[in-house]
Nanobody, 131 residues
Framework: EVQLVESGGGLVQTGGSLRLSCVAS????????VGWYRQAPGKEPEGVSC????????YYRDSAKGRFSISADNAKNTVYLQMNSLQPEDTAVYFC????????????????????????RGQGTLVTVSS
């Protein structure tokens, strides 16, 4: 069964940190990029970060640059998102999605609606940042 499972969300204060994990089963990341998305209540999902297993390239949305760091452990079929200096506006459900590299790689994650092209996506993990 193809599956992505996220973990690591929780409640933190402003300025705190969390590390999210995205574990894949039933497939490997070889031909995919893995993107982290977030969806706040009443809003559309937005791509936060992405990593390509083929060349290690990464993408961050502007608001995540300098605060978030994405990494991958291919041996564990896991992608991580380290989030530092969290702000209340980072509050959202975060989910990961695997998108075929041939569809455009991390460029897809940076565009609107890219998650619709996902080969697989997880259910998400809630991140709440209190002020």
């Amino acid at each position: 069964e193809v599956q992505l499972v996220e973990s690591g969300g929780g409640l933190v204060q402003t300025g705190g940190s969390l590390r999210l994990s995205c574990v894949a089963s039933g497939f490997t990341f070889d031909s995919y990029v893995v993107g982290w998305y977030r969806q706040a209540p009443g809003k559309e999902p937005e791509g936060v970060s992405c990593i390509s297993s083929s060349d290690g390239s990464t993408y961050y949305r502007d608001s995540a640059k300098g605060r978030f760091s994405i990494s991958a452990d291919n041996a564990k079929n896991t992608v991580y998102l380290q989030m530092n200096s969290l702000q209340p506006e980072d509050t959202a459900v975060y989910f990961c999605a695997a998108i075929e590299t041939l569809l455009g790689g991390c460029t897809v994650v940076g565009g609107a609606g890219g998650h619709h092209a996902a080969y697989a996506r997880g259910q998400g993990t809630l991140v709440t940042v209190s002020s």
